[in-house]
């Protein structure tokens, strides 16, 4: 595990399997001492055909599971809203990533340093990252298992997620939602790294002769399994947002030019 999103998952999940055992453990360990003790052959619990029930009993049986669930779900819901993904993380201004899934693979577009990749994510440790995810095609769920949680991306819509690196090193991330016949192999490298070596990457990335265009979107968007890695040099303005208003029939009010033509 690595970033805080992650750790604060981690961290709750064992919290909660813990606070559960405080009511399972005591359950099957009374289940077995009752089972010896009143066992047929031998057992030296009393045998009481007329007694029908006791407060205690009662109290401790149905007080002790509504006491533990109400505080096991006031935390949850506690933590679940301080985990919201949405949520910018504290520190630095954070690095704005677009990503965009296709059939299979995974475009990620870099709007304020104007470049995009397939299949690969770069990004420098410790820096907050703003994501702003959506799909071309039928539902994903994008996730970096070692950074945090899933969340969906649907074609015509926008979710977001904040996540951050705290140590450096290559990371998985997939696509965890099952997409038809690409899908095992809709992953992707996630890079995290140091300032100066993000900086090469980035200088890397800035060489290619490739442009992100419509004829290139063409290209990648054509069904494709485990998809090589590209970089495209240049990203058109607002690339991301006209994919998702595209879904939307709302193209005209992201680019005038469009009407202009029609009419």
Do not use: C
Request: glycine share 6%; aromatic share 12%.
């Amino acid at each position: 595990m690595t970033g805080p999103i992650a750790e604060a998952e981690y961290a709750l999940m064992w919290q909660a399997f813990n606070l559960m055992l405080l009511v399972v453990v005591p359950v099957i360990l009374l289940t077995l001492f009752f089972a010896w003790r009143y066992r047929a052959a031998g057992g030296k619990g009393a045998y009481r055909p007329d007694w029908d029930r006791s407060p205690i009993i009662e109290v401790t049986v149905w007080g002790i599971p509504i006491v533990m669930i109400g505080i096991l779900a006031t935390w949850v819901w506690d933590k679940t809203h301080a985990l919201d993904p949405y949520k910018p993380l504290p520190g630095s201004e954070p690095l704005r990533i677009e990503a965009i899934a296709l059939d299979w693979k995974w475009l990620f577009i870099y709007p304020d340093l104007n470049i995009a990749t397939v299949n690969e994510l770069a990004f420098p440790v410790g820096k907050p990252l703003s994501f702003r995810i959506t799909s071309e095609v039928a539902m994903n769920s994008f996730m970096i298992p070692a950074l945090g949680g899933q969340i969906y991306a649907m074609a015509g819509m926008e979710t977001q997620l904040n996540l951050q690196a705290d140590e450096i090193g290559t990371m998985q991330g997939r696509n965890m939602q099952f997409s038809g016949d690409g899908f095992a192999g809709q992953t992707f490298e996630a890079l995290s790294m140091s300032q100066d070596d993000f900086d090469a990457w980035l200088s890397n990335v800035r060489q290619s002769n490739s442009h992100l265009d419509t004829a290139s979107y063409a290209d990648i968007s054509k069904p494709s399994t485990d998809a090589p890695v590209r970089y495209f040099s240049t990203v058109p303005p607002d690339f991301f947002s006209k994919r998702v208003a595209h879904f939307m029939g709302m193209e005209h009010e992201h680019n005038p030019n469009v009407k202009a033509a029609d009419q």
